[in-house]
């Protein structure tokens, strides 16, 4: 094929065209599996993120090491401050461990529920549907 040759060019993209029009669901599974994509509620991950995924996983599962360690840090840290607020204060923490063991035991057998915070259901509404439930049986 010579470049100053229009007739050669002509038909090459002519052929391309030929091509994509009879092979477009072809070329489109090609883009979706090397891209992947989102439709109808689906997602589909491409060959390209699956790939990055596989070599940064090392580094994912380190960082979420290194995470893990530094919360464990700063539990300890605060363990250690109220230890010595309470040393300061004159309480010897080792005598606190008996008692807070039956309050443990204890709230156990209460089946306590604890507060809940944040983007949960909070424990008002809970206490509310248990008042329901009693005004049900006061009626019958």
Known sequence: MSL????????LLKDAYETAKNGWPIILALLVILGGGKALGFEIHGAIEVIKDIFSAPEDLRAKKLDNDLKELEVFKK???????????????????????????????????????????????NLEDENEESSDIEDE
């Open 79 to 125: 363990k250690l401050e109220l230890t010595k607020k309470l040393r300061d204060s004159g309480v010897d923490p080792e005598s606190l461990v008996k008692p807070l063991e039956a309050v443990a035991e204890s709230a156990s057998s209460l089946k306590a529920e604890p507060i809940v915070l944040g983007s949960e259901q909070p424990l008002i509404s």
């Open 4 to 11: 100053h040759s229009p007739g050669d060019m002509i038909y």
